[in-house]
């Protein structure tokens, strides 16, 4: 039973194409027919026909120019990219290097309390040896 629906129906598809291709359905024949223009016309079609041509030309070049453009733009954006990272590792050097240089500032003045301390003691300590002295002396005498 399917079989001859499908063959009903090829005939059916094959008798419409047959209908479609004769001439009185098919397209008019372009290719012998000759298109007349005057002269002005012909003038205005070259012209048109040129500068198609030029703006076709000049949108390629304009497209070549654009990809150019956008493989700079590219290039600057991973350079912009690399200088923000050197950027941030150079604040953090800088940042490390200001801790250290806080960390001698305090190391500096310490010492220097340090330094202060000793020459009191030292002065005490001369001071004190010269009195012993001149007692020791003073005792020696009597």
Request: proline share 1%; hydrophobic share 45%; no cysteine.
């Amino acid at each position: 039973m399917l079989l001859k629906e499908k063959l009903k129906r090829n005939l059916w598809l094959s008798i419409l194409l047959v209908l479609l291709s004769f001439k009185s359905f098919s397209q008019n024949d372009t290719i012998n027919q000759k298109i007349v223009l005057t002269k002005p016309v012909a003038k205005l079609v070259v012209k048109d026909l040129i500068s198609g041509d030029q703006r076709a030309e000049e949108l390629t070049a304009v497209n070549a120019l654009l990809k150019e453009t956008e493989f700079k733009l590219n290039t600057q954006s991973t350079l912009v990219l690399n200088l923000q990272t050197q950027i941030k590792n150079y604040d953090q050097i800088v940042s490390e290097l200001d801790g250290k240089f806080e960390l001698q500032q305090k190391l500096s003045q310490d010492l220097e309390a340090a330094l202060k301390k000793q020459r009191r003691q030292t002065t005490i300590y001369k001071i004190g040896a010269g009195v012993g002295a001149v007692a020791t002396v003073l005792l020696l005498i009597q």
